[in-house]
Nanobody, 125 residues
Framework: QVQLVESGGGSVQSGGSLRLSCTTS????????MGWFRQAPGKEREVVSC????????NYADFVWGRFTISRDNAENTLYLQMNSLKPEDTALYYC??????????????????WGQGTQVTVSS
């Protein structure tokens, strides 16, 4: 049974930082590119960032360039998202997902097979 469990969300003030983790089990972690997504109330889900199976390539949505960093530890089967300089508009439910391939396409495109339940990030002004 594949499980992706996000943690590390919380409430912070504008300008603050959080580090999200996504712990996986039931899959061969380094077979998959991974991604972070988010969904704010009343809005569609959007991609935040993605990373290839070995961390050799990463991509980010324009709205997080220079503020967020995606990384992974294949020995620990864990994906991370370091979020700095947080803004109120970053408030959303953040999800991790496993891509159908070791590599993503273009700007984190492609099919993501497995999803976590999400962790809430709230940024106050």
């Amino acid at each position: 049974q594949v499980q992706l469990v996000e943690s590390g969300g919380g409430s912070v003030q504008s300008g603050g930082s959080l580090r999200l983790s996504c712990t996986t089990s039931g899959l061969t972690f380094d077979d998959y590119a991974m991604g972070w997504f988010r969904q704010a109330p009343g809005k569609e889900r959007e991609v935040v960032s993605c990373i290839t199976w070995n961390g050799g390539a990463t991509n980010y949505a324009d709205f997080v360039w220079g503020r967020f960093t995606i990384s992974r530890d294949n020995a620990e089967n864990t994906l991370y998202l370091q979020m700095n300089s947080l803004k109120p508009e970053d408030t959303a439910l953040y999800y991790c997902a496993a891509h159908s391939s070791p590599y993503y396409y273009g700007r984190c495109s492609g099919t993501y097979h497995y999803w976590g339940q999400g962790t809430q990030v709230t940024v106050s002004s």
